[in-house]
């Protein structure tokens, strides 16, 4: 709490809503949350549309303000082209960390929340010591808080696959960009994640 009683603004960058899940309900006691959803890097449009829809469901649900940040694909095309043939969790990984993390850092100073954080950590695919890392960087550069928290810690994973059940939310079998689905296409339909 703050020194007059009221709870901290937080913006929470989510790229789907199941992996938004945990975080909020370990947020929402603590901060007054705003959604930012911001997926340059999902891929196809249609897969974008459906993540959007969900989210937008799980907002409303609980509550939450939701500010939904313009669909650019090229940014994230431009911002990852040096490392496009490197693997997930690699600097391309970073790259694209970067862009959307830069974007909820601008954003939330635009909203005039005090720090920003982002759901990548609840996901079982994502390092969470380079994502905390990423978000430092861009918290210096953009002179906005980070919120180092990593989400997938007491179970948030596994809490958030049982919360997506519970609240009939799509789960994703790829983390979002292009390269990521074509891995999964490729190693089948057994493989269900979402990061």
């Keep these: 709490m703050s020194l007059d009683g009221q709870k901290p603004a937080l ?28 997926g340059p890097n999902i891929h196809p449009r249609q897969e974008h549309r459906l993540r959007l829809e969900d ?12 500010i939904i940040g313009d ?8 911002a990852v082209a040096p490392w496009r043939t490197l693997p997930e969790g690699s600097v391309r990984c970073e790259a694209c960390f970067r862009l959307r993390m830069t974007a909820t850092a601008r954003q939330a100073a635009a909203a005039g929340c005090s720090e920003w954080t982002m759901t990548l950590s609840v996901g079982r695919q994502k390092k969470s010591e380079q994502v905390v ?33 519970e609240l009939s939310l799509r789960r994703q079998e790829y983390c979002g960009c292009a390269l990521s689905r074509r891995r999964a296409l490729l190693s089948g339909p057994a493989r269900k994640v979402a990061q």
């Design 11 to 38: 913006l929470l960058h989510a790229c789907c809503a199941p992996c938004a899940t945990i975080p909020l309900e370990r947020l929402l006691p603590r901060y007054q949350v705003t959604v930012f959803f911001y």
């Design 133 to 165: 890392r990423v978000g430092r960087e861009v918290a210096e550069a953009e002179g906005v808080p980070f919120l180092a928290e990593d989400f997938k810690k007491r179970s948030g994973f596994d809490l958030s696959v049982i919360r997506s059940r």
């Design 55 to 66: 989210v937008r469901r799980l907002c409303a649900g609980l509550g939450v303000p939701l």
């Design 71 to 78: 669909y650019r694909p090229g940014d994230w095309g431009r």
